[in-house]
């Protein structure tokens, strides 16, 4: 009698399969593979500008055909994924800046494990598009001859995908799409001391509430750093040359939720190392180099790890 009920429930849990997103990890834009850079606290000049392009490509330890097959739907894997964003600030006043920002995002070889079946062939498919629209800003309240102090805030507005799909229709869990659909506000706090004409450290530490969308909310986060900036030449008051700088990262994520329940496989904590390389012109317009290296990856459960993330990034001051 328990064989036949179970035969009648089988077209029901496949549809369930079909239908339930594949909750697994935090690959999006908000999630482990993008490591929050080192926020400072100096003010642009007022009625200054300063437009951002950057471009960054993460390479994640792909999990094999078996390794996903092992954990029957409860893991995703992916080659790799690549952040293009752009960005505006704008100097309100000489403590007050406020900026916008945007971002598309593109992934090649997301998979994810057979729900039914560890013979089964993963379920695969490349989520992405345009991300969300940030709105953010900070406020210097204090000046010491120790450095500038302000805080930080920020608003992010759902504008970007957050219906991307497998390739056989499967839902994917909205922490892996290029949106969550839901607005999330951030604010924190930023440190910068000129030590030399040559040195400067700056350090950050900001907090992320990521909201609701259809009774899903990812898990809030901390992001901290800390980075010291080095000017290379016999000058270091000079606009134009190269700068060397080394920064360190950590991530800490909490546990998605559905309906208010804990979500596995979907929190943890990931530390980076960042050093990079920058050209100033003369002009105001830089270009620089950063390869963010992890050296710690506490994750919940089966996610996959980051292996390297590689930002090139372009900016002008005007």
């Not at 437009?51 to 029957?72: N, P």
């Not at 498919?125 to 991300?131: A, E, F, L, R, V």
């Not at 056989?168 to 924190?188: C, Y």
């Amino acid at each position: 009698m328990r064989a036949r009920h179970l035969i009648h429930l089988q077209p029901y849990a496949l549809l369930a399969a079909l239908v339930a997103p594949a909750y697994a990890g935090s690959h999006g834009p908000s999630g482990f593979g993008t490591p929050r850079p080192v926020q400072h606290g100096i003010p642009l000049e007022v009625d200054g500008f300063t437009v951002e392009l950057q471009a960054a490509w993460t390479v994640w330890d792909e999990y094999s055909t078996a390794e996903l097959r092992a954990t029957s739907g409860s893991a995703a894997s992916l080659e790799h994924s690549v952040l293009g964003s752009a960005a505006l600030r704008y100097g309100v006043s000489e403590t007050v800046v406020l900026g916008a920002r945007v971002a598309w995002w593109w992934t090649e070889g997301y998979a994810v494990g057979p729900e039914l079946a560890a013979a089964a062939d993963p379920l695969e498919g490349d989520p992405g598009g345009p991300s969300d629209l940030w709105l953010d800003g900070s406020w210097r309240f204090h000046r010491h001859p120790r450095g500038d102090f302000a805080f930080l805030f920020g608003v992010k507005l759902p504008f970007g995908a957050d219906d991307e799909r497998l390739d056989g229709g499967e839902a994917i869990s909205p922490s892996d799409q290029a949106s969550t659909g839901a607005v999330d506000f951030r604010a924190g706090l930023a440190w910068s001391n000129q030590l030399t004409d040559r040195l400067r450290f700056d350090a950050s530490l900001e907090r992320t509430l990521h909201g609701d969308n259809n009774g899903f909310e990812q898990g809030d986060r901390w992001d901290v750093g800390a980075s010291f900036l080095w000017r290379l030449g016999a000058d270091g008051k000079s606009k134009a040359g190269w700068s060397v700088a080394g920064a360190m990262l950590m991530t800490n994520l909490e546990a998605d939720a559905q309906a208010g329940v804990s979500i596995a496989n979907s929190s943890g904590t990931l530390a980076w190392f960042a050093p990079s390389l920058v050209r100033s012109s003369a002009d105001g317009s830089s270009l620089r180099f950063e390869l963010a290296l992890p050296v710690s990856q506490e994750l919940d459960g089966d996610q996959v790890e980051a292996d390297s993330r590689l930002t090139i990034g372009w900016s002008r001051g005007f």
